[in-house]
């Protein structure tokens, strides 16, 4: 704990007990660029203590977002709300927020030591508590001893690190990040994500993350954002947004999901009865149903996981469909079969955990898939 | 390979073609002969001797070199806005406004020269060294702007912002970050100016009244052939001294560009 201790960085149990308070608001943001609509009435709260992603396509207007919340983009209208002050007007040097630039934006021409304290020339305090304090903040992001180094002589990991160093020097309420993984080599970016991961439990301040790896905010994130155009489509947490995804675009967003053309049939007392395409008719819980139901078409979506295929000797504990491997796709740890369940005109993916003992199916191969009413989404 | 034989012999005489006869100059400034012709006569070093006798020379030089610091000085700082502008902010009329700024570099300049001429004297102004300046800020200026857009161009817009994010002020951020960045380009504007002003031949001889610079000076003594060896001589150090300038120019050019890691994008050595 190098940085100032935060009550906020208390265990979990703690915070499940008293909710967290509000750090962020937006109160119906939009943003014009010209004729251009980029963000359009966005309605949210990001709570203090928070790891935070806003996670959508190139262009959703998530990095938009995050530049109204540091004041680099001013918006036209609605509000902005950092610890419950109104930031029209307040310039980016004056809010309590710093941030970590996708390219990263080490000063060249300084070393690292002024690089991490430039934030502390304007503060006052001798040179030595402010030397103290640099060096305290490059031991907490792991670059102990690199201070005196030209900036513009690291590498990538190092520069994403002096980065955060210099960020959080300033204790900043809340700490943006756009983009801040993605020049980073495969391996480089899980280390940095589990770093970031420890880093924000340390410090306690609230991380808002700019990204477009639906797998990297899942990773990362108390809560996430998910925007299309501008808007956001769905504020959840990532178990939440896996299982539950608030529209067929966001369940496409995130991960693979099956997709099934489905028709209600019946609705009361909170159950559903819908008759879908290949798995034929069942009753799923009005929670599986996001949005309001007029009832008729529809369409259900699943993810590969939620199905088995079925081997010999097999049964399943709740319903099962037969049908045919079209194709196989072998990972390694996981198989991926796509299988046409008899009565679809499209296979449906299903992965498979290779256990021990397991063996890989052929193509062709006719088989019987195990599914349940349960891992249903019904998409309108 | 035959073909390539042939452009490189090619582009050897296109290279000879180009500094012979400033090769010369050095030659014939050594010789002692006041006919500038082959066969060389001797070694001497007196017509760099007499350079000093030559009173209106110095007054030349210094003409010269008022004129050329201060217009480089002009060219660079009104160039550092506009490429500054230029290259952060997006505005009406960017494009033409733009190009009408760099149109001196290929309008004629005794079209530049002769208009600038008619327009001081139609609002009845003297003619002296600082009509000079005016021209030379306005021919010097579309280079001191090409440096600095690239210099600009090659800065990373989120060093600025990462400076503004982090408590300082906008003229603190230009000081500390963008200023130090650019400072090389900066340099390299100044001296490109410079040499560039001292070297100006036709709108120094339109513009300079009764104050010619060295150029207009150098003209006006070829009309004497005894003078034409000392000449030679005052050449051959204006070469060299160019040479020098250029050369310094383009270090803190490169320098400027391995700084902050951009790729080397031309230039004008």
Redo the contacts between chains.
Sequence with gaps: MTLAPNPLAAPAATLAATPRPTMIEFRDVHKYYGDYHALRGITATIRAGEFFSLLGPSGCGKTTLLRTIAGFEGISSGAVLIDGKDMQGVPANVRPTNMVFQSYAIFPHLTVAQNVGFGLRREGGTAAEKARRVDEALEMVGLKGYGARAAHALSGGQRQRVALARALILKPKVLLLDEPLSALDKKMREQMQVELIRLQRQVGITFILVTHDQEEALVMSDRIAVMFEGQIAQLADPEMLYRRPATRQVADFIGVMNFLPATVTSEAAGRIAIDVQGLGPCEIDAGQAPGALTGGAAEVGFRPETLTILYDGQTATDRETPGTIEEVVYYGDMTYYDVKLDGVDRPVRISMRNVFGRPVLDIRTRTRVAWSPGALVLFR | MTDGRGLRLYAILYLVFLYAPILLLPVFALNDATIVAFPLSGFTTKWFGQLAQLPTLFDALRNSLIIAVSSSILATTLGLFAARASSRYDFAGKGPIMGLIMLPLVLPEIIVAMSLLMVLLGMGLNLAVWSVILGHTLICMPFAIAILSAAFQSL?R??E?????????RWSTFRL?TL??VMPGIVSALLISFTISMDEFIIAFFLAGAEPTLPVYIYSQLRFPKQIPSILALGTILVAVSVVLLTIAEYFRRRGIA???GKDTGGFL
Excluded at chain 2, 161 to 169: I, M, P, R
């Design positions: 990373d989120s060093l912002e990462a400076a503004y994010d982090l408590g300082e002020s970050i130090p960045l700084k902050v890691g």
